[in-house]
């Protein structure tokens, strides 16, 4: 019954390093996604894993950002040579699918708080 | 693309009275999801409700309900007997059926405080 998990809570990092974001999902949830919030705005798509399915990159703002995930478990968002434009929450969400209806809402994790120095 | 507006940045409401936060959309395509989702100072998103366009009946969740215009593309949610635990940021959402893209686009939220 536990929900989705993120790790870390908080991230300050330097310029320029290379950060990995960790999401645990809700176990049973094939589908995975990431968003990012920037201050005081709304939430942006990043990527989406289903199953063992190619993902779906389409929102990943630059090849600087990429993502795995193991299975239908764990993943991962890392994000290399950090910009200060890349300071943001970034949002973990899993859901079951394809059946549809009330089955593929998607329930979030806590985030991570990603600070670039 | 699609794309959700919500028109006001902050609202406020008395404890107990009722308020209505805005959300349009734009779209083309026939059939999809709307969702509301709540977002205290933990950060975590919780879904308040959702609705799907073929229904012509507006979703009701005890003190949440929304009112959705296809026609007008519109969806807005109202909270009724208002509590000081509602404060939030409230995002509306749009989700296009399965196979014709999963990910949720957002609105850029509504900020909702509660007097007491």
């Known amino acids: 019954g536990a929900g989705v998990s993120q790790s870390p809570s908080n991230k300050v990092t330097e310029k320029g390093k290379d950060v990995e974001l960790r999401c645990d999902p809700i176990?049973?949830?094939?589908?995975l996604y990431w968003y990012r919030q920037r201050l005081g705005q709304g939430l942006e798509f990043l990527i989406y894993?289903?199953?063992?399915?190619?993902?779906?990159k389409s929102g990943l703002p630059s090849d600087r950002f990429s993502a795995e995930r193991t299975g239908e478990s764990v993943s991962t968002l890392t994000i290399q040579r950090t910009q200060q434009e890349d300071s943001a929450v970034y949002l973990c969400?899993?859901?079951?699918?394809?059946?549809?209806?009330?089955?593929?809402?998607?329930?979030f994790g806590p985030g991570t708080r990603l600070t670039v120095l | 693309a699609q794309t959700v507006t919500q028109s006001q940045p902050e609202m406020s409401v008395q404890e107990a009275e009722t308020v209505t936060l805005s959300c349009t959309y734009d779209?083309?395509?026939?059939?999809?999801?709307l969702f509301w989702y709540k977002q205290p100072p933990s950060r975590q998103m919780i879904l308040v409700i959702r609705?799907?366009?073929?229904?012509?009946q507006n979703a009701t969740e005890n003190r949440f309900s929304v009112n959705f215009q296809k026609a007008a593309k519109s969806f807005s949610l109202k909270i009724s007997d208002s509590q000081l635990g509602d404060a939030a940021m409230y995002f509306c959402?749009?989700?296009?059926?399965?196979?014709?893209?999963?990910?949720?686009?957002f609105g850029g939220g509504t900020r909702l405080m509660v007097k007491p």
């Open positions: 969400a899993s859901s079951r699918y394809p059946s549809g209806g009330a089955a593929d809402t998607q329930y």
């Open positions: 176990s049973g949830h094939t589908a």
């Open positions: 894993f289903q199953g063992n399915s190619a993902p779906d």
């Open positions: 779209t083309s395509e026939s059939d999809y999801y």
């Open positions: 609705q799907e366009a073929y229904k012509q």
């Open positions: 959402a749009y989700r296009s059926l399965p196979n014709a893209g999963n990910m949720l686009t």
